[in-house]
């Protein structure tokens, strides 16, 4: 996606609000970007949609094309739709003892979680766990999970060849009881495709169990497919939340935004390799970043929105070095101010400057007279802007006139202005005003 896109965005470098061509040219590629990471074709749809709609007039930074802003909009709806209400991680494990039901396809990687969550429930929750196999179709399915019992130190039922897995999962819960465990968790059986008798199975077993949770493991690699088995699944079991496997692969992971979006279940876990330890709570900004491909890109635009501020700052400071302080330069301050809390917000921020502050609040001075400040200066030409020492008489009035207010207010504005320029002018030759400009950025 990221050569993709940059094609896209060396054409996209006009600056100004995002036009719906900018939009539309950047969201075509996001689509295919969804579309290869195996997002559904619906689902790509429907997000497209909706990212079109918030992107639509939205301003564009400096520094950042048009596109990459646009990818920005992308990454952040992406993260929006991936998370899930509540804390992914916390499995409901109170009322010991507490089952698990994993559910999956053949080779999803059911065995392997079971094991790796089993491990963190004991290790960061102190919990005593038991684990069961209900795999009575593959031959070595049972020996499996108590190697990797054995190898993470944690119980796994005693095996009894011959019972079916109805049978095994009410053993679980007796020896889960007697055993004075805090959970247990199944393992169930997969197939290689999702058929009627995978889901009677599974279903007798969770009637039996009543699971506190049923965790559907899918391999974060298969894509679109895995949307329609958790689908079934969750139709026929009721799930609780998804585990993705194999998101250490190069897949894109864009089975996650598939799934979320067409079932509405949480993803829960993640499991990034084989090793017991490889598994972790689903982090949906990770996983945006993945299916887009350019985590880069979005630093960069979050980076450009504050250099801009920052630049600004750096010039303006190296212009009131000088001893040079405008209208312009008024203006900028005034909007600075809007966006850092108003005038006292500020003025407190700056040493020197607590006086006036008071001042300022004593006499009923507002945000509002902020805005009516950038209005007068607005009305100025660019000339008397750049020396306001040009404001007599009979521009006073065609400005106060063009803002709508009164020439009283700009004198006001005109004596402020006079007392911050001379006040700025003896911080830069003591050093104080590089001090106050860090404060204040
Ligand atoms: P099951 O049939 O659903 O029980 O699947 P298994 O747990 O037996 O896993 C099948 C294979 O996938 C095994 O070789 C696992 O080591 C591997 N596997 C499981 N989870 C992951 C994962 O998150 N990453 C990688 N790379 N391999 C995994
Ligand atoms: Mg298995």
Known sequence: ?????????????KQGALSADDVKTALREVRIALLEADVSLSVARDFINAVQEKASGQSVTKSVTPGQQVVKI????????????????????DNPPAPILMVGLQGSGKTTTTAKLAKRLKERDGKKVLMASLDVNRPAAMEQLQILGAQIGVDTLPIVKGED????????????????????????????????ELIAQAAAVRDVAQPRETLLVVDGLTGQDAVNVATEFDDKIGVTGVVLTRM????????ALSMRAVTGKPIRFVGLGEKMDAIEEFHAERVAGRILGMGDIVSLVEKAQQTIEADQAERMMKRLQKGRFNMNDMRMQLDQMMKMGGMEGMMGMMPGMKKAAKQIEDSGMDDSVLKRQIALINSMTK?????????????????????????RELNQLIKMHRQMADMMKKMGKGGMLKQAMKGMF
């Not at 095994?168 to 197939?191: E, S």
């Not at 000339?383 to 020439?407: F, T």
């Open 165 to 196: 897995p109805v049978k095994i999962a009410k053993r679980a819960k007796t020896a889960a009881a007697m055993g004075g465990y805090d959970v247990y968790i199944l393992d169930t059986a997969g197939r290689l495709h999702i058929d009627a």
């Open 248 to 255: 250490d692969g190069d897949g894109r992971g864009g089975a």
């Open 383 to 407: 000339k008397e802007r750049a020396n306001p020492q040009l404001l007599q008489a009979s521009r006073k009035k065609r400005i106060a006139a063009g803002s709508g207010l009164e020439v």
């Open 74 to 93: 992308v990454h952040d709806e992406l993260v929006h739709v991936l998370q899930g209400d509540g804390d992914p991680g916390a499995l409901k494990i």
């Open 1 to 13: 996606l990221s050569d993709r896109l940059s094609g896209v965005f060396d054409r996209l470098t």
